[in-house]
C-alpha cells in the first residue's frame, strides 16, 4: 500500500533511538522529509546517516536540543518550511512513589509529556488546516488505558493529554480540514529505556536482567517486546492519506497484554 505522503515534511521528536526513531525511519521509508531531535548530537547525527542511507531522497534535518523547553521547540520548529505531520514524544518521567514527588517533580513531568507536545500543535494546527492535511500523532503510554502503579507521573501527565486532545481532535474546524490526531500509546518495546527498566527490577530483585526479561515478557500474550520497526510502520499508516478518517483515537500497541475487552 502506498501511503501517499512523499514530500510532505514531519518533526519527529525525541528520534535519536527508540520509538521516536522507528517512526523516523518508517516516514522517510515513505518518502517524507524529516526533522529529527534528541538532546545528544551524536546518536542524534547518527541516526540521521542511516535515515539518509534508507532513503536518499528526502531531506533528514537535525537539531539537537531538549524538546521540553521553549528554545529547543523553536529550534525544531524553524528547521523545517512547514510541518505536515507531528510526532509528539519525549523521555518519560521516573518511576516512584507519590509521596517523595515535590511540585516541581510533578512540573517537570506535565512539562514533557503534556505542555510539550500541547505546545507543538498549538505552532502547526493552523497552518495544517489552512493547507488542508496535517496528521499529529502523540506517542504516550499503555498505561494511558492501564495505570502502571510506580508510573504515577507518567499516568498523570498523559492522561492530561490524552484528555485534551480527545476534545481538540474534534473540533470541526479541525477534523474537517483533513488535520487528525491520534494517540499511540506502546506497551513493552525493546528500546533502551526498556532495557534500562528490566535492569532495574533484575537489581532490585536480586535476579539477573535475562530472568528478569523473561518473568515481565511471560506476562504478555505474544511473549515479547514489540520491535521500533512495527511501532513506526502504525505511526506512518496513521499519518496516511488513507487515515484521514481516523481521529481522537488511542492505538494501543501492546501484544494483547491489556486485558480490557475494548
Ligand atoms: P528511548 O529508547 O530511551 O529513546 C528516547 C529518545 O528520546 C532518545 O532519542 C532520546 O535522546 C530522546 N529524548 C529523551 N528526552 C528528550 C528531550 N527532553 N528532548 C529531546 N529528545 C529527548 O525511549 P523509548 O522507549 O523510545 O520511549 C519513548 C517514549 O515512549 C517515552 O516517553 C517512554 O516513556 C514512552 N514509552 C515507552 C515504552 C517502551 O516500552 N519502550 C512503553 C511505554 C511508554 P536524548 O537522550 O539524546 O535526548
Excluded: Y
Aim: aromatic share 4%; with cysteine.
Amino acid at each position: 500500500m502506498k501511503l501517499g505522503i512523499d514530500g510532505k515534511w514531519a518533526l519527529v521528536c525525541a528520534a535519536s533511538k527508540g520509538l521516536g526513531k522507528g517512526c523516523a525511519k518508517a516516514l522517510v521509508t515513505e518518502g517524507v522529509n524529516v526533522v529529527i531531535t534528541a538532546r545528544g548530537a551524536e546518536a542524534l547525527e547518527a541516526t540521521a546517516a542511516e535515515l539518509r542511507t534508507l532513503n536518499p531522497a528526502v531531506k533528514v534535518v537535525t537539531v539537537s536540543g531538549d524538546i521540553t523547553t521553549a528554545e529547543g521547540r523553536a529550534a525544531a520548529l524553524a528547521a523545517a518550511p512547514h510541518i505536515d505531520i507531528l510526532i509528539n514524544n519525549a523521555g518519560g518521567p521516573p518511576p516512584g512513589d507519590f509521596r517523595n514527588w515535590s511540585r516541581d517533580d510533578w512540573i517537570k513531568a506535565v512539562d514533557a509529556n503534556m505542555l510539550t507536545p500541547i505546545e507543538l500543535m498549538k505552532a502547526v494546527i493552523d497552518g495544517m488546516c489552512e493547507r488542508g492535511f496535517g496528521r499529529i500523532v502523540n506517542i504516550t503510554s499503555g498505561a494511558v488505558k492501564a495505570p502502571i502503579d510506580t508510573l504515577g507521573l507518567s499516568n498523570g501527565a498523559r492522561s492530561g493529554l490524552t484528555g485534551f486532545v480527545a476534545g481538540l481532535a474534534r473540533q470541526p474546524k479541525v477534523a474537517s480540514r483533513n488535520v487528525t490526531i491520534n494517540g499511540l500509546l506502546p506497551g513493552p518495546f525493546d528500546t533502551d529505556r526498556m532495557q534500562g527498566m528490566l535492569a532495574n527490577w533484575a537489581k532490585r530483585d536480586g535476579k539477573s536482567v535475562a530472568e528478569t526479561a523473561s518473568e515481565r515478557l511471560s506476562k504478555n500474550p505474544a511473549q515479547r517486546m514489540g520491535n521500533i520497526d512495527e511501532f513506526g510502520a502504525t505511526c506512518a499508516f496513521l499519518c496516511s492519506q488513507h487515515a484521514s478518517f481516523i481521529t481522537g483515537q488511542n492505538i494501543l500497541m501492546d501484544g494483547g497484554e491489556c486485558p480490557g475487552t475494548f
